[in-house]
T-cell receptor, first 115, second 114 residues
């Protein structure tokens, strides 16, 4: 079946603009994760959704970052008033179970460039 | 909280030579351990994992890693590398018995030279 998809693949935006990044997880996966991959910080966890539970937002770097997951499927990561330090590749992953271990499958990422 | 240290940011090695990519972790709870690989212009792929049982785990393409609890290490090894193994390799951990987020190391760029 289809893997995790993300759109857009590339996004260039001006400093101060808002952006929305989309993630379509693998069908039936209950858990969804957002990570950020940047040169200075490596791979960082941002936010985690599990079913209908309240999301774990502990990795969001500032209140300019927010995320939603509608209907337990598609997720949107929104960055308001973008800054140059937000430039990074934003990765989405999904997994199938709520407990125990299940492999996280990663999407190809969205490369965000803030000019 | 967990942390992961990958001591080498770049590892160049000649084709058919052995390689070891080092990974050490810190955690106050037991963890699951992973190695992910990112080939040029591609997404992250799971290479191998340690959940429990035998401390030596293997991948289908000849890599292996050994969990050493006393040294809190999970080093990745391959006895003979190929050009196609050129990629960035990430070590990661998550608390065992959970489906929580992964904590990644900073990555090691493996470059296999002809």
């Amino acid at each position: 079946g289809a893997g995790v998809s993300q759109s857009p693949s590339n996004k260039v935006t001006e400093k101060g603009k808002d952006v929305e990044l989309r993630c379509d997880p693998i069908s039936g996966h209950t858990a969804l994760y957002w990570y950020r991959q940047s040169l200075g910080q490596g791979l960082e966890f941002l936010i985690y959704f599990q079913g209908n539970s309240a999301p774990d937002k502990s990795g969001l770097p500032s209140d300019r970052f927010s995320a939603e997951r509608t209907g337990g499927s598609v997720s949107t990561l929104t960055i308001q008033r973008t800054q140059q330090e937000d430039s990074a590749v934003y990765l989405c992953a999904s997994s199938s179970t709520s407990g125990g271990f299940s492999e996280q499958y990663f999407g190809p990422g969205t490369r965000l460039t803030v000019t | 909280a967990q942390s992961v240290t990958q001591l080498d940011s770049q590892v160049p090695v000649f084709e058919e030579a052995p390689v070891e990519l080092r990974c050490n972790y810190s955690s106050s709870v037991s963890v699951y351990l992973f190695w992910y690989v990112q080939y040029p212009n591609q997404g992250l792929q799971l290479l191998l994992k340690y959940l429990s049982g035998s401390t030596l785990v293997e991948s289908i393409n000849g890599f292996e890693a050994e969990f050493n609890k006393s040294q809190t290490s999970f080093h990745l090894r391959k006895p003979s590398v190929h050009i196609s193994d050129t990629a960035e390799y990430f070590c990661a951990v998550t608390p065992s018995g959970s489906a929580r987020q992964l904590t990644f190391g900073s990555g090691t760029q493996l470059t296999v030279l002809p």
